[in-house]
């Protein structure tokens, strides 16, 4: 049999179903200058929300952590745990959007961190945060410094960690930190020192 009597037999065997005319896809294969109009507008549509993204190369992202901080100069971990930790607690606790927190209690130092859940508008739960500490300042010890209340973020990750040991007490190891944070602030690519513990 001939290559073209196959093609023949072939074809006469092909039927064609009229419930094909009423398909959604037939409409575009009738009408190809629209179907190629669409594709462009498509294109053209997509091209534009990429150019409209807000493109960074270092994004600020906010993570959703707050963290408060309180010094009591002297005050043992008990003591901070007692007169400052358990009431910043207590009354931060009643913040709605609240995931995680966590407390440590140190000597002279109280740091609480709370982190909110992703679907909370985080301006409004750090100055809620801030208003519950400025309601506990009254309850805490008058040595008490007035607690810091601060959002991290992405940028404030530091880029270097020093650690001090050494045979001293908290106070002496916190006057050598103090020097070195002086002394590292006064390089002018150093955005931030920080001393914690």
Do not use: H
Request: glycine share 6%; aromatic share 8%; charged share 30%.
């Amino acid at each position: 049999m001939s290559k073209k009597t196959q093609e023949s037999l072939y074809l006469e065997k092909l039927t064609y179903d009229p419930k094909l005319d009423d398909s959604w896809f037939a409409f575009f294969i009738d009408r190809k200058r629209f179907l190629f109009l669409l594709i462009i507008i498509i294109c053209i549509a997509g091209y534009l929300g990429l150019k409209a993204l807000p493109l960074e190369s270092q994004p600020e992202v906010s993570i959703g952590i707050g963290v408060v901080s309180v010094v009591l100069p002297g005050g043992s971990p008990e003591v901070m745990e007692d007169l400052v930790t358990k009431k910043l607690e207590k009354e931060i606790s009643k913040i709605k959007g609240i995931d995680t927190m966590n407390s440590t209690s140190m000597n002279s130092v109280s740091v609480i961190s709370v982190q909110f859940k992703s679907d909370t508008d985080i301006a409004t739960a750090m100055r809620d945060l801030k208003d519950k500490t400025d309601l506990v300042k009254p309850k805490l010890p008058a040595d008490a410094k007035d607690p810091v209340v601060k959002e991290i973020s992405f940028d404030d990750t530091p880029i270097w960690t020093f650690s001090l040991a050494g045979k001293y007490d908290g106070f002496k190891l916190r006057k050598f930190a103090t020097i070195i944070q002086e002394e590292l602030e006064k390089n002018v690519l150093v955005s931030e020192v920080s001393i914690s513990g």
